[in-house]
């Protein structure tokens, strides 16, 4: 395997990684305040979605868009959800949000399911199925544009859908084993990353997609071309990093002036 | 109607998430990129200022935020 394949494969093994411990927090905690009779049903539900939606969008963006049109709309995809996690690991690395997001969540789905009505449908609870179906369902389309936008863009939508594929089955095993949310998992450090990657991939090809609006249609292309993805992750790090110091800062900041008013 | 108002909830959160400020800073940005080429920018105009663009309104969304958590 090429060095560009092994890439490929950590990129949507990681991404992919990271959604479906979200996905996984939320159905444990349907399935052991509602039952998991409901959350195994929504889950199982959500997969039987989600293969119709993958085969669905695949021949879409395949088929009917061109190039820069599929770069525009998936990049600037790729960017909002890269930039909403980077977002949150700036915050969080500042100090300015909780660090274990997937422990309050938990705790804030498993409140919120023991206090919900219990109406049952065939059998099943409805509020626990509801909520699985819709956390694994979400979830999982982000990791089909994931690894559909990274394994178009590489030619191997096979090899994408490996590593997104793997990391589903490494976060179901690790659900089995330990049966709580994975707050092991360093999930700041993996966001963060993945955040930079996307953001990364996402303003390369949102950029390069917007030649869809010229006379050719064709993409742009950028000064330095494909080095030019290495230029902005370093950018990117740069600024986040930077972004991080100076929130740092200020909270400090604050923090020494509310102790001279509290002395 | 029921379907889709839950396909539209879905849609919003899915592409909005929980801070729309980001979206709106990554549209806006797109859209300054997109002028400049309609006015006859060339690629590396286009991408340079498009990439500085996303940047800034990266930036500007985010310390917003900041603000409010701490106003």
Redesign the interface.
Known sequence: MTAASWALLTSTFVASFVECVEALTIVLAMGITRGWRAAIAGTLTALAGLVVFAIAAGYALTTWLPTSALQLVVGTLLLIFGLQWLRKAILRTAGLKALHDEEAEYAEQTESARSARSDTVMGLDAFGYIVSLKAVFLEGVEVIFIVLTFGLNADNVALASVGGGAAAIVVLALGLVVHRPLSAVPENTLKYVVGLLLTTFGTFWSLEGLGIFTSAGDSLHWWGGDWALLALLLFWAAMSQALIWGLRERLDRRSARTEEVAV | MRALEVSWH?LV???????PK??V???LA?VV??VL??LGAG??V???V??LA??VA??V??LL??RK??G
């Open positions: 879905f959160d899915l592409v909005v998430g929980d801070d980001v979206a800073a990554v549209v797109l990129a997109g080429l309609l690629p590396t286009v991408t340079g498009g990439a996303i940047i990266f930036t969304s985010l935020d900041v958590s701490a």
